[in-house]
């Protein structure tokens, strides 16, 4: 599962899992072309499958991963001026806590957030934790929500996005029996979150887990997301109703300079959703990302059958 990144310069940075071994590559063209793969490092029980994988954020400190073994310990690997990567902390205070591997992590500006699904005290919760420097050291993990009825969605990715001092996180909860999507925020860096708020009027009733968690944008103080319910795919806005934009899983989403851009897979095929060509078919395979490229373009990334393809869309 690829996850991918841009800098203030227009660069972009991919990190995927490989067995073991996390691996990293950069684009200086606009994302025209990648450099070769390079291993960030090994870590044993490396967890990079099924929306799992190591993530990465480009701050002012320059670029940070993460990543999550199968005992359920995060760490961060900081980039150096010379081009080399060093493991430089690990973000869970607890051991062993992140046992479902799934995270999320965002930069703005000099600071990082990450979140997780954690198991202490037994049950899955939204955990997070921030960092002002690059993710060389991490604050003291915060319990963002727990679900009155037990746990939250066991098997759905988290997103989040930091910006300014405003951190929003988005995760599927379970709560009265509703696999449904919920957004909470904060306003101050993530030391303190606002109620939970639920996407959407539907619901979605279901006894398992849909292994599926959306995307999250925020631009101009605006958020959007996008998300699946039964196999549909829609989007809207917090506190406004959802509209359906097509079908299929795995969706995500990018603002470009105001407008929406999406992708999912649809029918085993990479799908975007443009917003004055509409859908474009990009090939077979899972797990998309998409990342602007100035006002006009915006990078998809996928995975298929274990190769990491790159499509440049323009609007």
């Known amino acids: 599962m690829p996850n991918a990144t841009n800098d203030n310069s227009g660069n972009f940075h991919i990190v995927f899992g490989s067995g073991d071994s996390i691996m990293y590559a950069a684009s200086t063209d606009h994302g025209k072309s990648f450099s070769a793969p390079g291993l960030v490092s090994v870590l044993p029980g490396l ?29 961060s690997y900081n980039m150096q001026n010379s081009g080399n990567w060093i493991k430089s902390a690990r973000v869970n205070d607890t051991d062993t806590v992140a046992k479902e591997q799934l995270m999320a992590l965002s930069g703005n500006q000099g600071n990082l957030y990450a979140v997780w699904l954690d198991l202490r005290d037994k049950h899955n919760k939204i955990f997070g934790a921030g960092s002002n ?45 509703n ?8 306003s101050d860096r993530g030391l303190t979150f606002s109620n939970a ?4 009027t539907g619901s979605w009733a279901l006894n398992g887990c849909p292994m599926d968690g959306g995307g999250v944008v925020v631009q101009d103080k605006k958020v959007q997301t996008v998300w699946n319910r039964k196999g549909k795919i829609y989007t809207c806005e917090p506190g406004m ?72 869309l323009s609007l």
């Open 179 to 186: 696999r449904d999507l919920y957004l909470i925020q904060s």
């Open 241 to 312: 109703p959802e509209q359906e934009i097509g079908e299929g899983r795995n969706c995500t989403l990018e603002t470009v300079d105001g407008k929406k851009v999406y992708a999912w897979i649809e029918k085993g095929a990479v799908t975007c959703l443009l917003p004055q060509s509409g859908k474009k078919i990009l090939g077979k395979g899972t797990t998309p990302v998409l990342k602007a490229i100035g006002n006009e373009q915006v990078l998809c990334v996928w995975e298929n059958e274990n190769q990491i393809h790159s499509s440049i």
């Open 47 to 75: 967890a990079a499958s099924h929306m799992r994988g190591p993530q990465i954020a480009a701050t002012s400190n320059g670029s940070t991963i993460i990543a999550c073994n199968k005992e359920g310990d995060i760490f």
């Open 197 to 200: 708020q639920k996407l959407g």
């Open 133 to 177: 420097d690059g993710g060389k050291t991490w604050s003291k993990n915060a319990m963002i929500y727990a679900s009155p009825d037990t746990t939250v969605c066991e098997c759905c990715k988290p997103s989040v996005v930091i910006e300014g001092n405003n951190v929003y996180v988005m995760f599927r909860n379970w709560l009265n029996g």
